[in-house]
């Protein structure tokens, strides 16, 4: 067995130690990735570096370049080991991630489902199917009640529809009556018309013209009462 094995078997080998969350291992991951991101920034930075100091020493201290090319090529292999460990570990902290929330999301399921348990367990089906009976029936006894309401009869509108009628054409002849009454007639003289003087033969002319006027118009108002009692008769049939 190697030593990397022992050390790792020596190191799991005590029990009263907990495992850490899955929250704490996020943590330590996270730190660990910005510890090598930080080591590999500077192990480019001395890449560089060496390069620079062989150009430099390449014609004038070739053993002063080759050391460098030496370093360089050190610092390149640490370079790609520590890429892959962040590989490693960026898989690992992806994937704990993962179970992380498809821990999170099991139990709150297994706490919906106990929930829901809890609920169910002070139900009972056949009292749900009579309660659903009961309430079915009590809508139909409602819509009963509803329809008895909205029916018309034996609440002492049961009239004769003649005699209606009846009365209401009396009332229209009152109206009648009443409109007729208050239409005024042109008076009749009742003695007769005075004797006419003698006139001028040249106002003869003026005196007949007038006297056409005025029967014209008296013409004229007798037509326009006729067509009162006219639309009053028509308003009344």
Known sequence: MSKLGKF??????????AAPSSQE????????????????????????????LAKK?????????????????????????IDGTLSTIEFQREALENSHTNTEV?????????????????????KIDDLMQEITEQQDIAQ???EAFSQRGGFGDNFDEDELMAELEELEQEELNKKMANIRLPNVPSSSLP???????????????TAHRSRA?????AEEEDDD?????????
Do not use: C
């Not at 004038?60 to 292999?77: D, P, S």
């Not at 099991?106 to 056949?126: Q, S, T």
């Not at 009692?229 to 049939?237: D, Y």
């Open 57 to 81: 020493h390449g014609k004038q201290n070739k053993r002063a370049a080759l050391q460098a090319l030496k370093r360089k090529k050190r610092f390149e292999k640490q370079l790609t080991q």
């Open 217 to 221: 118009a008296s013409s004229r108002r």
């Open 106 to 126: 099991l139990r709150n399921m297994g706490i919906a489902a106990k929930a829901m348990k809890a609920v169910h367990e002070n139900m009972d089906l056949n």
């Open 25 to 52: 291992a996020l943590v330590r991951l996270r730190e660990t990735e910005d510890m090598l991101s930080k080591k590999q920034e500077y192990l480019e930075n001395r890449i560089q570096r060496e390069l620079s």
């Open 144 to 146: 009963e009640i509803s």
């Open 229 to 237: 009692i006219k639309q009053l008769a028509a308003w009344a049939t």
């Open 195 to 209: 004797a006419q003087p003698d006139r001028v033969p040249g106002r003869m002319s003026s005196t007949s013209s």
């Open 8 to 17: 790792f078997k020596g190191g799991g080998s005590s029990k009263s130690r």
